[in-house]
């Protein structure tokens, strides 16, 4: 990893299993202090990824516990489209769900943190992460997320209405042949690089940032701030992990959303990681925390 901060500081700071565990053995998230965003590489991806297999594998229980919801929810969302005969809108649905991913996996988060300080699994402590932050950040970022979630599927609409509202309709669940029209090819391209920046920036505003609303002290204005300082500090590495994540949970959800039982745990466990790798924080350069 190349540790160079936004002030151009080097720094070889990384987490270790002994970071803070005094505070968190007391369930207390530590201080915010002011967050450093580190450079990043290639590294660090296979890094993250390969620590989040290796807690998954540790915890195999809570990452199918925590899929499990993720997948009962895809179900739930396809069998009310089908059911109204609206098979067309279970795509837009199906892609925009992925936007829920980062508030469900905060249990994976814990996770996590808990196999890092070497705190014990216990069910009713990491079930209960979310709500023992009622009034604190999580909720707020939640309602960011769920908001989000819903324009996108009425930008969804929005837009099918605008290519195709003067176009005679087909039962398109019946059909495809209606996209190969110009106005259907027209909607496609249109729909895809739109989406694709809508997506873009919730991933730039969430994907360091419910992970360090766990671990610290801090309002999530700034934590989106700083998850988007890190996609603007390294804009290819994070947009090509944004992609490649996409495209993971893409196929995953084709078998009847069941390859989310082991993508999703990997790349929560991952993304925790991965924060940890990128963040850097003053009070664990101070304390002289060294890599593992």
């Given at each position: ?206 994907v360091v940032s419910l992970p360090m609303l766990l671990d610290r002290d801090i309002d999530y204005v700034t ?5 988007l300082g890190l996609v603007r500090e390294n804009p290819v590495l994070m947009l090509g992990w944004g992609a ?46 060294t890599a593992a």
């Amino acid at each position: 990893m190349t540790a160079t901060s936004e002030t151009g500081a080097e720094a070889g700071v990384e987490t270790g299993a002994e970071t803070g565990a005094g505070m968190a053995a007391k369930g207390a998230r530590r201080p915010g202090g002011r967050p450093e965003i580190l450079r990043l590489d290639q590294s660090d991806l296979r890094y993250a990824l390969a620590k989040g297999w290796q807690d998954f594998r540790h915890a195999p229980a809570w990452g199918l516990f925590f899929a499990l919801i993720y997948v009962l929810g895809g179900w739930l969302v396809f069998w009310a489209l089908t059911t109204q005969g609206q098979f067309w809108w279970t795509l837009p649905a199906a892609a925009g769900f992925p936007i829920l991913g980062p508030f469900i996996v905060c249990g994976l988060y814990e996770v996590s943190r808990r196999l890092e300080t070497g705190e014990p699994l216990r069910g009713g402590a990491i079930l209960g992460v979310i709500f023992a932050q009622k009034d604190g950040q999580i909720p707020s970022m939640a309602a960011m997320i769920v908001f989000y979630f819903l324009f996108w599927n009425f930008f969804a609409h929005m837009t099918f209405a605008l290519f195709m509202g003067n176009v005679t309709m087909t039962n398109v669940s019946q059909s495809l042949a209606i996209f190969a029209t110009p106005a259907g090819i027209a909607l496609l391209v249109f729909g895809t690089i739109t989406g694709a920046a809508i997506a873009a920036l919730l991933f730039a505003l969430t994907v360091v940032s419910l992970p360090m609303l766990l671990d610290r002290d801090i309002d999530y204005v700034t934590a989106m701030l700083t998850s988007l300082g890190l996609v603007r500090e390294n804009p290819v590495l994070m947009l090509g992990w944004g992609a490649f994540i996409a495209l993971v949970l893409f196929l995953a959800m084709l078998p009847g959303f069941l390859g989310l039982f082991l993508v999703l745990p990997l790349f929560g466990h991952a993304s925790w990681h991965l924060y940890r790798r990128a963040i850097d924080w003053p009070d664990e350069a101070a304390a002289g925390v060294t890599a593992a």
